[in-house]
């Protein structure tokens, strides 16, 4: 299956995308995900990509279409994916839709998680990422007293674009530039939206639910 996540910083796209992609049996592709293991790794691209996510900017189209391209040509991706945090804007996902036709290749259904902004505001405030597994935590829902991952025992760290001034622009970021894709896949059809409020594994079953009809 070839699988598009959309919702607003905050929404649950990360957490969901590791449930779904695993039930799935697909590689979960995290755009936001390569790009801060680039800036760790401080990689020619980290260091781009670095002063636009400070400041909430996307990074520029030709250069993540590009490592979006690179990674659809690995081998784990041919018979299907889960694109998390790509496309972001309707020129990214009008080059998607050329690239993925060029190997004879569509994607099935974008599946939009839908939260108001006091939640997404919440959410983002309390976020906690593990620098050695990647895994998602809350501070408040997960109930997190320590700073270490109950995964893997990594240490957990906030991003810098969580700071609440990065925050108020990515929202407005998503508002103006990619919210339109909603209305973009709409037209073809491809489109479904869930309530991301809730548990996590209700969501995800809401998920699961709503993108089954989809399945090849
Ligand atoms: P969130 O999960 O909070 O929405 P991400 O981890 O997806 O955030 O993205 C973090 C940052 O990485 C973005 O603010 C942007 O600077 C950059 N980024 C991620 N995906 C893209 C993309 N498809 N196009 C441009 N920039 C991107
Ligand atoms: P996104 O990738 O869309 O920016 P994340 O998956 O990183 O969002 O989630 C943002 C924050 O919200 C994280 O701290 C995560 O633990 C928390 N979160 C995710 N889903 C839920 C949920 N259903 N209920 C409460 N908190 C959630």
């Not at 969901?16 to 755009?31: E, F, G, R, V």
């Not at 784990?76 to 690239?99: C, H, K, S, T, Y």
């Not at 997960?142 to 001034?165: M, N, P």
Request: overall charge negative; glycine content about 8%.
């Amino acid at each position: 299956m070839r699988l598009v996540l959309v919702g607003p910083p905050g929404a649950g796209k990360g957490t969901q995308a590791q449930y779904i992609a695993s039930n799935l049996s697909i590689p979960k592709i995290s755009t936001g995900d390569i790009f801060r293991a680039n800036v760790s790794g401080g990689t020619e691209l980290g260091k781009l990509a670095k002063t636009y996510m400070d400041r909430g900017d996307l990074v520029p189209d030709e250069v993540t279409i590009a490592m979006v391209r690179d990674r659809l040509s690995e081998d784990d991706a041919q018979d299907g994916f889960l694109l998390d945090g790509f496309p972001r804007n309707v020129a990214q996902a009008e080059i998607l839709r050329d690239m993925l036709k060029d190997w004879g290749q569509a994607l099935d259904v974008v599946l939009e998680l839908v939260v108001d902004d006091d939640e997404v505001v919440r959410r983002l405030a309390g976020r906690r990422t593990c620098s050695q597994c990647g895994r998602i935590w809350h501070v408040e829902f997960d109930d997190k007293k320590d700073d270490k991952c109950d995964a893997c025992g990594g240490a957990l760290f906030q991003r810098d674009d969580d700071k609440e001034e990065t925050v108020r622009h990515r929202l407005e970021v998503y508002q103006e530039q990619t919210a339109p894709l909603v209305s973009y896949y709409a037209d073809e059809d491809i489109l479904v939206g869930v309530d991301a409020t809730g548990p996590v594994e209700e969501v995800t079953q809401r998920a699961m639910d709503a993108i089954r009809p989809y399945m090849d």
